[in-house]
């Protein structure tokens, strides 16, 4: 395994969080608790492994860039396709960072045994983190399938 390889795993990674998500999604809409639990909770896991390969991989490549040299991978798109992808990368990202609480907190109240509330935030979570799951694989798809950097 090379550096570059790195961003197709976590895309993979992202993609196993988002069917897990679903699955857990039908689950709880056929009251499988017990599954739904398994699979919200793995997605949890893999998700954060995600996170871990995501911020390691950054971090290989700024080890590995000269000095003053950029980190982040050139999108090689143009006109309309790169407003929308940066409107994709834009509300990924703040959406991102807002998960890393939102989520640990709302398995914190099902762990906890508080349904009511974990159901009421997971109301507002789940879409969240939903969409932070799919727009990571998008996002994944545009810089290095799509529309890769000339550079």
């Given at each position: 395994m090379t550096l570059n390889d790195i961003p197709a795993l976590n895309a993979a990674l992202n993609?196993?969080?988002?069917?897990?998500m679903t699955a857990g999604f039908v689950f709880i809409r056929s009251k499988n608790v017990n599954a739904h639990r398994a699979c919200m909770l793995s997605a949890g896991v893999v998700s954060a492994i995600f996170l871990v390969g995501y911020v390691g991989?950054?971090?290989?490549?700024?080890m590995?860039?000269?000095?003053g040299e950029a980190i982040h991978?050139?999108?090689?798109?143009?006109?309309?396709i790169r407003v929308v992808y940066l409107v994709i990368l834009l509300t990924h990202v703040v959406l991102?960072?807002?998960?890393?609480?939102l989520v640990p907190k709302t398995f914190a109240l099902a762990l906890?045994?508080?349904?009511?509330r974990h159901k009421r935030w997971a109301r507002v979570v789940f879409p969240i983190w939903y969409?932070?799951?799919i727009t990571g694989v998008l996002v994944y798809f545009f810089?290095?399938?799509?529309?890769?950097?000339?550079?």
């Open positions: 993609a196993l969080a988002t069917l897990l991989h950054k971090i290989l490549k700024g590995a860039a000269g000095a991978t050139q999108f090689g798109g143009e006109g309309a991102a960072i807002s998960i890393a609480y906890t045994g508080q349904f009511e969409y932070v799951s810089l290095y399938q799509w529309w890769p950097s000339a550079a």
